[in-house]
């Protein structure tokens, strides 16, 4: 064999070599699974293009990681430094993550910024997406890129495990016991996103129609399914979207169904209160002090000031 052809058959190995390596770290020494096809493709590109592939590769890396990022695609992601973030419930777990996500930006020194936000990331961060949201609008490119590509990344799947999700639900039969478990798992889970705000207007506007949808379909095939935190989740969406009418159709349904539980009277009081109706607002309070419903703290604290 000549010299050339014992330098390419090297050069093949190595390249072989390479490849496989980049599987194995990826795969097996990263369990990164989630992005198994990706991974596979760059490893069949780097096998097929011998050298040419792993250049590209590298270079690109390179680029990501030492090269400043310009103009970032961002319009899947709504933000803005007067963005709205979503008023959710918080226990003390999420509001030092909340804290921790805040202090990651304010950093001044750009290393210690991109180091803090990347150990946010890589964090639990399920309740904290509208609070990543922040980091889009900072003064360092590459911290909002980190917090743009995680949330694009966690918008996609939740895309995608709704629409697998709504085909399943399809396949079966709403009477089933199954199915309507499958339905009430769908709307905890879509609940548990949307509820930070994260999407554009229109498609928040969309995904609760879809919401709504799904706790429709229990309440005219299978009501008793129906439960109040399903409720509770869907008149939590159709308020944040101002969509009082649904909010007043679904707060009544709640009541009808569980007229011993205190919340649909407070959700209830919650809508009146702001849209201005004192008439209905003083019926359902009425209501409330007629019944033998527990109340909490609050409530009770809201019983007092009004009687006084």
Not at 119 to 130: F, H, I, K, R
Not at 179 to 185: A, D, F, I, R, T
Not at 245 to 264: D, H, I, S, T, V
Request: glycine share 4%; charged share 30%; net charge neutral.
């Amino acid at each position: 064999m000549t010299r050339a052809g014992i330098i390419f058959l090297c050069l093949i190995i190595l390249n072989t070599a390479a490849s496989v390596g980049y599987l194995i770290w990826w795969l097996i020494f990263k369990r990164d699974t989630d992005n198994r096809n990706q991974y596979v493709m760059h490893a069949t590109i780097m096998l097929l293009c011998p050298i040419v592939g792993i250049m590209y590769f590298l270079f690109s890396f390179i680029k990501y990681r030492f090269i400043k990022i310009g103009n970032r695609d961002l319009s899947d992601v709504e933000f803005s430094k007067k963005r709205h973030i979503a008023r959710v419930k918080a226990d003390e777990a999420r509001e030092r993550n909340i804290v921790s996500i805040g202090e990651a930006i304010l950093v001044s020194d750009k290393e210690k910024k991109r180091a803090n936000m990347l150990n946010v990331l890589l964090g639990e961060t399920d309740e904290s997406y509208a609070a990543i949201a922040l980091a889009l609008d900072s003064d360092d490119s590459e911290v909002a890129h980190y917090a743009a590509s995680f949330l694009q990344s966690k918008m996609d799947v939740f895309r995608e495990n709704v629409r697998k999700t709504k085909y399943m639900i399809e396949e079966l039969d709403i009477e089933d016991e199954e199915c309507q478990k499958l339905v009430l798992k769908l709307i905890k889970y879509m609940n548990h996103m949307l509820r930070q705000n994260v999407f554009t207007k229109i498609e928040q506007i969309d995904y609760v129609a879809q919401m709504e949808q799904l706790c429709e379909m229990l309440f005219q095939n299978a009501r008793s399914s129906l439960t109040a935190e399903s409720y509770e989740a869907l008149i939590g969406r159709v308020m944040g979207l101002k969509e009082y009418e649904k909010a007043e159709l679904w707060g009544n349904r709640f009541f009808e169904q569980y007229p011993r539980l205190l919340n649909p009277y407070k959700l209830r009081l919650k809508l009146y209160f702001e849209t201005g109706n004192k008439e209905k607002f003083f019926e359902v309070f009425s209501q409330l002090k007629e019944s033998s419903v527990a109340v909490d703290n609050k409530t009770l604290e809201l019983i007092r000031m009004i009687q006084q």
